[in-house]
């Protein structure tokens, strides 16, 4: 599912850049999370998407702070690490696909008469303007149309549903200029969520939510069939684990996380007061994404049957059997390079890094 900005790239997309793109040219996902940058290269080869390289580094120390901790860098700073990203993972490609934070985006699922379809640009910008919360003129639109299984149509020709994403033309600026400021050329803008889900789920049929646990905030989404219904950002992430730990016991940042990641989620007695100290900030996270799970059960009257995690704070140990205890279903991790072709002695590597890379993996594939 490609989701571009039609108003800014559409125009550039089609006349110009495709010809750019030599079929086995190399493509960039770049993600720029809020304690690292995530960049994934790959090349098309016939019908593969060949792992070129990929390489992540600590935003942290571009901003004063240590690494690990989450940093808002201008867009100078940010390019200077995107640059040495770039050089350390020896990445040479420069068309790239990048992600827009999803809180920074405004994303709605609304409601059309089928007979708007002839004239979508202009339904959209009219409907546009009871749905989101600024002057339409400041912000880039974009939508696209949900499909519908044959049951579906029979049961209802009138109306159709529309995702609406409308991000802030000052955000999508800032991007461009990092882009720039880093010798990039961007192909696309995508929202964060479909690139986690591009790398992170096959086109299953069921019903599922994907979790990105990351350092500073948690974004999950709920797709059926693999298009996205529901998006929900969680104010906190894994750092706020490490900081309450550092807080608590006295001890600096790197310390506390080396102990979480030492001993995760645990139900060990000599694990207790740890536990104490990060149960409060797990149940605020899980308690939003039950939350945003009833809602969606109730509203489209069918139930999620799968969690998926993506995001370095799914790597903490026993997230998963304590993520089936929270939500009462299956719960598992992402393997955002499963859908990569890769050396095979980098599988393991490769496992245990790779949900961190699932956004800028999913990007380059969507590149492809
Ligand atoms: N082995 C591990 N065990 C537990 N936590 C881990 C492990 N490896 C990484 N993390 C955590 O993952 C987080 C970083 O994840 P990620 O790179 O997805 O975040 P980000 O994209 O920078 O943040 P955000 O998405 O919030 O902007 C850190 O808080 C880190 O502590
Ligand atoms: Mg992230």
Do not use: C
Request: net charge neutral.
């Amino acid at each position: 599912m490609a989701f571009e900005l039609k108003e800014f790239l559409g125009r550039f997309r089609k006349n110009s850049f495709k010809n750019l793109l030599k079929s086995e040219q190399s493509v960039l996902g770049v993600d720029i999370g809020s304690s690292s940058i995530k960049i994934v290269q790959l090349r098309k080869e016939k019908e593969r998407a060949i792992l070129e390289t990929y390489g992540e580094v600590a935003t942290g120390p571009y901003g004063g702070m240590e690494i690990g901790q989450p940093v808002k860098l201008n867009a100078e700073k940010t390019a200077e690490a995107i640059r040495d990203v770039l050089k350390e993972a020896g990445a040479k490609a420069t068309v790239a696909r990048v992600a827009i934070p999803l809180n920074s985006s405004f994303v709605k699922v609304i409601q059309l008469p089928v007979s708007a379809e002839g004239d979508l640009e202009n339904v959209i910008t009219i409907e546009a303007r009871r749905h989101v919360p600024v002057p339409i003129s400041e912000v880039s639109l974009d939508w696209w149309v949900m499909p519908k299984t044959e049951k579906e149509k029979e049961e209802n020709n009138k109306t159709m549903e529309v995702i609406l994403v409308a991000i802030h033309n000052d955000v999508i600026n800032t991007y461009k200029d990092i882009i720039a400021k880093s010798g990039l050329v961007a192909a696309a803008y995508e929202m964060e969520p479909f690139g986690m889900i591009r790398a992170a789920i096959g086109r299953g049929s069921s019903t599922i939510a994907v979790i990105d646990f990351g350092a500073s905030s948690t974004k999950m989404a709920i797709l059926d069939y693999g298009v996205m219904r529901e998006s929900h950002f969680i104010n906190k992430g894994s750092h706020d684990l490490t900081r309450a730990l550092s807080q608590s016991m006295g001890i600096d940042l790197a310390r506390a996380e080396e102990i979480k990641r030492e001993v995760g989620l645990s139900d060990l007695p000599e694990h207790k007061e740890i536990m104490e100290v990060m149960q409060p900030i797990l149940s605020y996270i899980f308690h939003e994404a039950n939350a945003s799970l009833k809602n969606f059960q109730s509203k489209y009257k069918r139930s999620v049957s799968k969690i998926v995690f993506t995001g370095g704070g799914g790597l903490l140990k026993g997230i998963v059997p304590f993520g089936v205890k929270e939500f009462t279903i299956e719960v598992e991790l992402a393997d955002p390079f499963s859908k990569t072709e890769h050396p095979v002695f980098l599988s393991t590597v490769l496992k245990e890094i790779g949900l961190s890379f699932s956004v800028a993996s999913g990007l380059a594939l969507g590149e492809l």
